[in-house]
Structure formats: C-alpha cells, structure tokens
C-alpha cells in the first residue's frame, strides 16, 4: 500500500512539472527550426544567422 502511494505521489509530481516550457518559448522554438530548414533549402544563411543564440554558431 505504502509503494503504491509512493508511486501515485511520484507520478503526480512528474505530471505537475512537465509543463515547465511556456507557449511563448515553444513559438520560439518553432519559429528558428523553421527558419534553420527554410535557409536550408532556400540558400538564405542570413535567415539562420539571424536566429542564432550564440556569436560562436554565427562563424558562416
């Protein structure tokens, strides 16, 4: 009985932390893996370099 509680408790407290990421970061996110695949298949590195998080990533 007491693991099964244990178990319930665990489960719930995953359950409550799993939605960390709000919709704004998950829009973000979205938004640069498009642009990453478009300036793929496009040739536009300005699109990509524009998006990039990090001045080492911008070494095109």
Do not use: G
Not at 50 to 56: E, G, I, L, Q, V
């Amino acid at each position: 009985m007491k693991a099964l509680l244990l178990s319930f408790c665990c489960i719930s407290l995953f359950i409550c932390t799993t939605n960390a990421q709000s919709k704004q970061d998950s829009l973000a996110i979205r938004q640069v893996a498009l642009d990453y695949i478009e300036s793929q298949h496009n040739v536009k590195p300005e699109q990509l370099k524009a998006n990039t998080r990090y001045p080492k990533e911008q070494n095109f």
